[in-house]
């Protein structure tokens, strides 16, 4: 095995407050311990989650908020401060429903904004735009994703400026219990295409 990679959950109450407990457990990034841990809960209207990350000694707070079908988003991080802000809410166009997710990175003065609409019944489409405020750099990634049934689903990932194109399929129903990845990584010139090729599977499963 490359990696040995386990996560686990545990809810619980301390104050009054429902509290959510995650624990992520990386060989290669910690072999003697917990990667990472976070603590989740509500307050006041206010969701937010507390990340430790063992290996950087990082921690980091993300906190949102909803009013009037907008949600509000917040990041900070004990190394850098702000992080980010954003803003998340569903607006029409037409016929048709997207769901807009603005940010703004704060570090490296990027704005980005990702659309997303369904297309058909089983299908969704997105697009993703970035642009630096400080030189004007612009950059593009687009995205479909397909239900496939019966617990397998593809997604597909275009990056127009290094022509970078991965594929990734998940099957939940192959194995009881388990999720099979294989993600299928190449470039969009047809010459190359088949060569440069990666393919790397997974499978994660819970007991």
């Known amino acids: 095995m490359d990696n040995l990679k ?3 959950s545990k809810g619980f ?3 009054g407050q429902d509290l959510t407990l995650d624990c992520e457990y ?3 990034a910690n072999s003697g311990g917990l990667s990472e841990a976070t603590v989740s809960g509500e ?3 206010i969701s937010y989650s507390i990340n430790q990350d063992f290996n950087t000694k990082k921690t980091t707070i993300s906190a ?3 009013s009037s ?3 509000l988003t917040v990041d900070y991080d004990t190394d850098a401060g702000l992080t980010e802000v954003g803003l998340v809410r569903d607006v029409d166009a037409g016929d048709r429903s997207i769901n807009m997710d603005a940010k703004y990175l704060v570090k ?3 704005a980005r904004v990702k659309l997303m609409s369904a297309f058909g019944d089983d299908a969704q489409i997105s697009a993703t735009v970035d642009y630096g405020t400080d030189g004007g750099d612009t950059s593009y990634e687009f995205g479909y994703s397909q239900d496939l049934k019966d617990g397998r689903t593809m997604d597909v990932e275009f990056n127009p400026d290094d022509k970078s194109l991965e594929i990734e399929f998940t099957d939940t129903g192959f194995e009881d219990g388990a ?3 294989a993600t299928i990584g190449t470039t969009a010139d047809s010459n190359s295409a088949v060569d440069d090729a990666t393919v790397k599977v997974s499978r994660s499963w819970s007991w």
Do not use: F, V, Y
């Open 179 to 181: 999720t099979w990845t």
């Open 6 to 8: 386990a996560s686990w």
């Open 64 to 66: 949102s908020t909803e």
């Open 13 to 15: 109450s301390l104050g």
């Open 69 to 71: 079908g907008n949600a």
């Open 26 to 28: 990386d060989r290669n």
């Open 43 to 45: 307050m006041n209207d």
């Open 108 to 110: 490296s003065k990027t």
